[in-house]
T-cell receptor, first 113, second 112 residues
Framework: DVKVTQSSRYLVKRTGEKVFLECVQD?????MFWYRQDPGLGLRLIYF???????EKGDIPEGYSVSREKKERFSLILESASTNQTSMYLC????????????FGQGTRLTVV | DQQVKQNSPSLSVQEGRISILNCDYT??????FLWYKKYPAEGPTFLIS?????DKNEDGRFTVFLNKSAKHLSLHIVPSQPGDSAVYFC???????????FGKGTLLTVNP
């Protein structure tokens, strides 16, 4: 059974803290993604990675960075958390190209206070 | 610029009837379309997909239709069940761009 695992289901952090969200996949997928979901806004792409150490900005990268040192692991970093980064964060992975779906983790509900 | 649009934020249907969820797209480079289902506090799960070379794909109670000339796709659920109540996201990808672009989602409520 394919699996994308996010390190936390729920997180509460203080404004200004540096926050790490971790994601691990066991499908040997080249592509990994970080999305955030907000009511009325759908899923918006923050960053994605198509190979180890490779990354590209998505639609809303401001205030975030990412790290991919190993193929199976993709980390999202909030450099200095702010209240407007309170959201549901979703990690996904997929094969590189072609008609293939992305598999999602269970999500991390982050609250910044 | 929203490339994938789901214009209905919500839809309510009676159990046993058909649910039709709609999605429009603007990018003619999209060649693969997917539907995801999402329950609260969980990640989206893949439901069904369709390639641009087809106009219909069926999987059990779920059928996706694609009208390329209109840049429109729809998801039909027949018969609808209360367990189908969830947010449904339409997504698209295409060409050399491997990222998925999502719509804003439609909340489907199936009433017993």
């Amino acid at each position: 059974d394919v699996k994308v695992t996010q390190s936390s289901r729920y997180l509460v952090k203080r404004t200004g803290e540096k926050v790490f969200l971790e994601c691990v996949q066991d499908m040997d997928h080249e592509n990994m993604f970080w999305y955030r979901q907000d009511p009325g806004l759908g899923l918006r792409l923050i960053y994605f990675s198509y190979d180890v150490k490779m990354k590209e900005k998505g639609d809303i990268p401001e205030g975030y960075s990412v790290s991919r040192e190993k193929k199976e692991r993709f980390s999202l970093i909030l450099e200095s958390a702010s209240t407007n980064q309170t959201s549901m964060y979703l990690c996904a992975s997929s094969l590189p190209l072609g008609p293939t779906e992305a598999f999602f983790g269970q999500g991390t509900r982050l609250t910044v206070v | 610029d929203q490339q994938v649009k789901q214009n209905s934020p919500s839809l309510s249907v009676q159990e046993g009837r058909i649910s039709i969820l709609n999605c429009d797209y603007t990018n003619s480079m999209f060649d693969y379309f997917l539907w995801y289902k999402k329950y609260p506090a969980e990640g989206p799960t893949f439901l069904i997909s369709i390639s641009s070379i087809k106009d219909k794909n069926e999987d059990g109670r779920f059928t996706v239709f694609l009208n390329k000339s209109a840049k429109h796709l729809s998801l039909h659920i027949v018969p609808s069940q209360p367990g189908d109540s969830a947010v449904y996201f339409c997504a698209a990808r295409g060409g050399s761009n491997y990222k998925l672009t999502f719509g804003k989602g439609t909340l489907l409520t199936v009433n017993p």
